[in-house]
């Protein structure tokens, strides 16, 4: 057969497949496999032609583009060959390149008949059903519904490989959806942070998942983590991922500009910091015991973040982050007197960030207490808040599925 080594080529393809970075060096060697392929479909029995088809189908869909002729061909050899778990996953996903998300999911449920334990299988399934939310005329419900599914076949993935960072990666971005339509929680993000940092222990060298890492650590208040996250898929993907310098330095600018409000307080600000604590103290006095009393020293994070991050400082002088989701930026103001009880998390946070060539910037490192606090028991200046004040989780920047 013109003197070509299927399994060679079988293990070069396999090895493109799991290129993290598409690049000019990647196509060229795509496109020189399905060259090689070219010259030899005519020949060999019927079993080395499914083969060389599947091979031609598994290399092109390294490529970015849609392609309906492997979509046939690999329907064509699953006529024949019904069993064969990994075409219907590549079948799957010609599905989904094109948003055909019902023929996708019919595809995976075949792949989950032949093996109801491949991990592969579960993780696109559960992506696929959260890309169905996206559908027009579903309801509230049945989105709900449909991420209740992928979360669960996220874990399912997880229990069966627990060393598959796709398998990771499913389970935080399954989690985070649910979050988009259900109310935002410091429990559903911790989450989703827990699940993607064990993906990035995983599996240190995709960049789409070092800046899914990035968009859920700054989901999460931890900007000097998301800024170290960015930095890091920028390094591995500078050409794809150029929106990642801008968010990196979004969330650094949230650390520093924190640190440097706070220095101002306690020095040539003085006057003002002790405005805020003889708010803080005259507000005690009329407040439960088990109250928190702050005042708002600075609006850290831009309208287009989530979670609202404030800086407020209580009576004694010691400096606070409180963090509300789904709440607009525009109900705060500086010295306002903010109150809540039982906070749904508290943590003791160190943003450290070094010196990153990306925003070339000094090395940085603020330890702050934060508190994630339910809007629905804070009060501003001793009032609940307006239900205008409420908006929809919002990310500064899109996950990449």
């Known amino acids: 057969m013109s003197g070509i080594n299927l399994d060679d080529l079988e293990k070069k393809v396999e090895s493109l497949s799991q290129s993290k970075v598409f690049d000019s060096t990647i196509n060229d060697a795509v496109q020189e496999v399905l060259k090689t392929i070219a010259s030899a479909e005519a020949e060999g029995n019927s079993e080395t032609k499914t083969r060389l088809i599947l091979l031609k189908c598994k290399a092109t869909l390294v490529l970015p583009s849609v392609s309906k002729e ?23 996903e010609c599905y989904l390149r094109r948003n055909a998300f019902g023929e996708a999911e019919n595809a995976l449920n075949n792949a989950l008949r032949v093996d109801a334990k491949c991990t592969a299988a579960l993780c696109k399934l559960s992506q696929v059903q959260r890309n169905r939310c996206s559908e027009a005329g ?22 069966i490989d627990f060393s598959s960072s796709e398998a990771w990666v499913a389970l935080a971005l399954a989690t985070l959806a649910q979050l988009s339509i259900e109310q935002t929680s410091y429990t559903g993000v911790k989450r989703a942070a827990a699940a993607i940092r064990k993906a990035c222990e995983n599996c240190d060298n995709d960049p789409d998942i070092h800046f899914n890492k990035g968009v859920i650590e700054s989901l999460l208040g ?15 993907d500078q050409h794809r991922l150029q929106g990642a310098k ?44 088990q109250t928190f009393v702050v005042v708002v020293a600075d609006i850290l994070t831009e309208p287009s973040m989530q979670p609202l991050s404030l800086l407020t400082v209580n009576a004694v002088g010691e400096f606070q982050i409180v963090l509300l989701y789904n709440i607009s930026p525009t109900v705060f103001r500086i010295g306002q007197c903010l109150t809540f009880s039982s906070p749904e998390g508290t943590a003791e946070v160190c943003h450290a960030i070094p010196p990153l060539p990306l925003i070339d910037n000094a090395s940085l490192e603020l330890t702050i207490r934060h508190y994630y606090v339910n809007p629905e028991l804070l009060k501003v200046n001793g009032n609940g808040l307006h239900r205008s004040a409420y908006v929809g989780l919002q990310m500064s920047s899109r996950l990449f599925a």
């Open 70 to 92: 492997v979509e046939q061909d690999l329907q064509a050899v699953l006529k024949r060959q019904p069993d064969l778990c990994e075409v219907w996953i590549d079948l799957a």
């Open 138 to 159: 579903l309801t509230i419900a049945q989105k709900k519904e449909l991420l209740k599914d992928s979360v669960q076949k996220a874990h399912t993935a997880v229990g």
């Open 222 to 236: 931890y900007f000097g983590v998301a800024a170290c996250s960015f930095s890091r898929a920028a390094s591995l």
């Open 246 to 289: 801008y968010l990196c330095h979004t969330n650094f600018s949230v650390v520093n500009r924190a640190s440097n409000r706070i220095k101002l307080l306690k020095t040539i600000g003085k006057t003002e910091l002790k405005r805020f604590t003889d708010i803080a103290t005259k507000s005690m006095t009329t407040s439960d015991k």
